[in-house]
């Protein structure tokens, strides 16, 4: 029998009334909510909610309808890995929050087996509590369950190293930091995205832009590698850089008939990538205007792909020492630059 009930986020009772602010959760009294608030709030957004995707564990869905170039969430970092020194992971995590803890033991680790959180937690600490006091933790390492707190290292180093986005770096000559986000870091890619994520050194945070009209209830996605690759060299990428097979509509050939004229587009736009060449640089120049107009013209643009586009072209009309051309693409990838940052 349908209710219209779902278990309150707290204690589990069946109830009707939703967060007012997300208007996903639902709590089934106000003490329950202010006791979940901790947890809670990390993903609390009347934009976007966290669930299952019928592609890849738990993701990011629209709950309103956004338009291209709109900003959908701006999100600070949960952590930072200038914090992040990893002989001190256990200091930057002890020095978290409980909910901010749950929250980093939630996310999915592709690299080790993953641990519990409570185990985490209770690993963490002792680690902590030897540091404290001077002890080398390798010295005693036995006696306190070394497998154990090896696992709980491994999956911290997991768990960073699935899901965190870089920030770029303040300096030049200064590596690129990561941040760990509770909602951005859900977001599942696709090789042909509807989002791009950018950090705004301005607000210290990472943005998340909208490169295509999204319609609630639509997954975001946004693209973890270039996306004008063909599928087995995309599928390569992220296999070897992430740990898993793409299965995103394009991907699938899900994303309308294969004969369909996106699909067509795309092969045609790869296949120029795939021939242009740094010894031909005038050729591939002319090839990536032509693709340009392909993508306009077919739908596949975004400000995301166009940028990219421009900014090869601009550096193929470079290497033919055509000045003029160069800085018309130039000038099309700042602005495009401005659209994904939202500004
Ligand atoms: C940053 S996490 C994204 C959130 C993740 N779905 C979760 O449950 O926490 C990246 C992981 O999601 C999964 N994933 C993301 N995009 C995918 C895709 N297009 N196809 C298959 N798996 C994907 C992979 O397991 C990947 O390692």
């Not at 338009?67 to 600070?76: F, Q, Y």
């Not at 200091?91 to 641990?115: C, E, I």
């Not at 001077?134 to 036995?142: F, L, M, S, V, Y």
């Not at 299965?247 to 990538?273: M, P, Q």
Request: hydrophobic share 35%; with cysteine; net charge negative.
């Amino acid at each position: 029998m349908l209710t219209g009930l779902s278990p309150c986020d707290h204690c589990g009772q069946h109830t009707s009334n939703f967060c007012s602010r997300c208007r996903k959760t639902t709590f089934c009294c106000a003490d329950c909510q202010k006791l979940s608030w901790p947890d809670h709030k990390l993903v609390c957004s009347p934009r976007v909610f966290i669930c299952n995707s019928p592609t890849a564990g738990q993701t990011v869905f629209a709950s309103v309808d956004v338009n291209k170039s709109s900003i959908i969430i701006a999100e600070k970092p949960l952590l930072r890995s200038s914090e992040i020194q990893f002989d001190d992971l256990c200091k930057v995590l002890d020095d978290l929050p409980a909910s901010k803890l749950n929250a980093f033991f939630n996310f999915a680790d592709v690299y080790s087996g993953g641990v519990t959180v409570d185990e985490a937690g209770k690993c963490i600490r002792e680690m902590e509590v030897r540091r404290r006091r001077g002890k080398n933790p390798d010295a005693t390492a036995e006696r306190i369950e070394v497998e154990r707190m090896f696992n709980v290292q491994q999956s911290c180093v997991g768990i960073l190293r699935t899901n965190t986005i870089p920030i770029a770096a303040s300096s030049p000559g200064t590596e690129d930091e990561h941040g760990l986000y509770s909602i951005l870091c859900r977001i599942n890619h696709s090789c042909f995205p509807n989002s791009i994520y950018s950090w705004r050194p301005d607000l210290q945070k990472h943005v998340l832009v909208a490169i295509q009209d999204i319609t609630a209830g639509d997954e975001i996605f946004v693209s973890y590698i270039d996306v004008w690759f063909g599928r087995d060299e995309r599928q390569r990428r992220l296999r070897e850089g992430f740990m898993f097979d793409c299965k995103c509509a394009r991907c699938e050939g899900l994303d309308g008939d294969v004969n369909s004229h996106r699909a067509t587009a795309f092969r045609t736009v790869e296949a120029i990538y795939a021939s242009s060449e740094p010894s031909a640089p005038l050729a591939s120049a002319m090839g990536l205007v032509d693709a340009i107009e392909i993508v306009i013209n077919s739908g596949i643009s975004t400000p995301f792909n166009l940028k990219q586009l421009h900014a090869d072209a601009q550096y193929f009309f470079g290497q033919a020492g055509k000045e003029e051309e160069e800085l018309y693409h130039r000038s099309q990838v700042l602005a495009y630059e401005n659209i994904i940052i939202g500004v």
